[in-house]
């Protein structure tokens, strides 16, 4: 389906996702709506909402058979359609959702099973297939239409213990169980997270044995995993289910119901910017300015790449050589360390910090505070007083899960980073009764988005997705890889799991107001907070372990020849470089020229260090820049060490280049 076809069917399911997010704020225990919508996200292209709503839709599945927290409202909910189901007063009779899902072989429906001299249960519900209708659309069903739905609803006020459709809820939530385990696994798979699909396909194999679907994805990602290893240069014979690759992609994009992300080069957003600004760095503004657009193809002769328009900060004024340019305080930030070391809030080095040691009033040790229910410490009583007003109240800390350490086992340091920092967004957005992109720390951080019409191309999608489509059983064959342009790093665990566990953990019902805890929120959230963050390690061959995001400063972009440098301990400190890189043909490094920034100038800062030759930092800053580095110097040393000794002016588009640059 292609052009105007496929536009319309794109407003069609919009319609349709905005309609279900809307009945999902009304019933947030609703599990078919979760199902339904993650249908619909399927349907869309974006497999990872898709798993983060059967993901939901199963924890409240579980809610109902194992009786957990929210067991009342989720039964509830069910309940509405077990009504229905019993009466057989609807003749599509299940929600289509949950239609063709059996559970002949689960142990769920085994113990139902009349025994031969058993007195047959009046309460006990019809073989389900009886409830199932030819019938295989939503159309014209009650569930499209509110008010009958809501009158169904009014009927589910009956004590639960006691309710004789209590078997029906139960086996109702059975088979949205398998359901939802085949949604997750599948939507895995189409995002490469073979290793969680896998394991899904495991746990929804335990609750309903021989279960078909589940037996034919669990093929496929076997499949999958066989040929990445081979593709990898390894061997069958090697192949092992414990160690499917497990980083998956999503797309890296301004989702088209996402209202919360500002026109960042608007009059609007400058002037709210460069009112932040002047707190922090008096003689600079923020201004949009053009780009290359750099990939990972260009090389070192192609002067003419595409442009955009980003932002990035200037000096209005003369800046001395040694002066201090910005001077930033944030609280987004995250530490992996034990929690008594590092300030909570700042992230300062509590402990490290020898400048006045010894001296009572002023060592860093001495002037520190600590909470006096968890073991966070703060550096004095102003650190302490943006932790209250920003993320954290008198008496709750969110203590439990920001201590990794005490949670999760050893795993890549930065993303743990990563997902810490989503967590302090979500703290803030918790405290300040926000969105959490509507905070003023996130809302114009850059996110490296994606156009949707890029992400678009290739991805598999139809509202009747099964393991069994030619396309999905074709990606499996190809090693189950999703399309290339899908740029945000994804991780069941971290994007869908440990999020809900932390908001759990914390206290807060992860069902209610979807719209501020959904999983789209969370991916924008993670596309930001890599596209800025910085990491420091506390221990030179140790990994990373503080991470931080100053907006302001992360507005500044790279050069390899800055005009300031950086440092980072209770603040992002930046100061006007003393002395600068000369480029000189021939021999662009070990000379230097006088620092100080003219007024008009861009500052530029350095996302790497800039004493390596140029192909060391040119791999060094690729992932941040999304390319290779064009800045002036890069381009001439690098021309330089082909022996290429053209002045730049001369370097033009470069026909055999892959890049657009000639096109
Ligand atoms: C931390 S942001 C810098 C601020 C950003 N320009 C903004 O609008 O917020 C990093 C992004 O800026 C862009 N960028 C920074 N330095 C660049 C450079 N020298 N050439 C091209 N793009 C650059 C890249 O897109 C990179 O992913």
Known sequence: MAGPEAALRMVALLEQRHQLTHMLTLYPYDLVLYLR???????????????????????????????????????????????????????????????GVTLEQSSATSNDEPQPDEEPDPYKPKPFADYIADDNSDSNSVWNDESKWNNYRSRTDSNFIDDPL????????????????????????????????????EDGLE???????????????????????????????????????????????????????????????????????????????????????????????????????????????????????LREYSVLTASNRNKAEACDACGFDILSDTKNAGDKENSSVDRSISCNDCCAVYCD???????????????????????????????????????????????????????????????????????AATNAQGAISSNDLSPYSPEVVAMAAAGGNPPAAWSLPFDFTDHIIKPLVFMDVSGVDIYCNPVKRDAWVLNTLFAKLRGTASARKSRQDGPPDMAAVYPLWSLTNHDCDPNVTWEWGDRMVLRAKEERVKLVEGKAAGITRPGGIVAGEEILSHYCDVNLPVQLRRDWVRGTLGGTCMCQRCLHEAATEQGDRKPLAENKANPACTCSCYK
């Open 207 to 325: 609750d309903d044995p021989g279960n078909r679907e589940l037996l034919q994805i669990k093929a496929l990602v076997d499949t999958a995993g066989r040929q990445r290893l081979r593709q990898s240069g390894g061997h069958d014979d090697d192949y092992d289910p414990a160690d499917l690759p497990d980083r998956g992609f999503a797309r890296r994009e301004v989702y088209p119901w996402n209202t919360f992300e500002p026109h960042r080069c608007s009059d609007a957003s400058l002037a709210f910017l460069n009112e932040q600004l002047a707190k922090v760095a008096p003689k600079c503004e923020v201004r949009a300015v053009q780009l290359p657009v750099l990939s990972a193809q260009h090389s070192s002769e192609c002067a003419a790449a595409p442009e955009n328009w980003q932002l990035g900060i200037f000096a209005k004024e003369p800046i001395a050589a040694g002066e201090v340019v």
């Open 37 to 99: 919508r993650a249908v619909i996200y399927t349907d869309m292209g974006y497999p990872d909402l898709a798993a983060s709503d059967a993901f939901r839709a199963v924890r409240l599945c579980y809610e109902i058979i194992d009786e957990k927290a929210y067991y009342k409202q989720a039964f509830q909910a069910i309940r509405g359609y077990a009504v229905i189901v019993d009466a057989k007063d609807e003749p599509a009779g299940l929600p289509r959702v949950m239609r």
């Open 166 to 201: 209590f078997p029906l809820c139960v086996k109702l939530a059975s088979i949205a169980r398998t359901r939802c385990h085949q949604i997750i696994a599948l939507n895995l798979l189409l995002c490469g997270c073979l290793g969680s699909a896998y394991e899904i396909c």
């Open 381 to 451: 009583e102003e650190c302490y007083d943006q932790a209250l007003g920003a993320y954290r109240t008198r008496n709750f800390c969110w203590e439990d899960f920001a201590s990794p350490d005490k949670k999760w086992g050893p795993r890549d340091a930065n993303d743990t980073l990563y997902l810490l920092l989503a967590t302090r967004v979500l703290t803030m957005a918790e405290r300040q009764r926000h969105h959490p992109l509507e905070l003023k720390e996130v809302k114009y951080l850059w996110g490296d988005f994606v156009p």
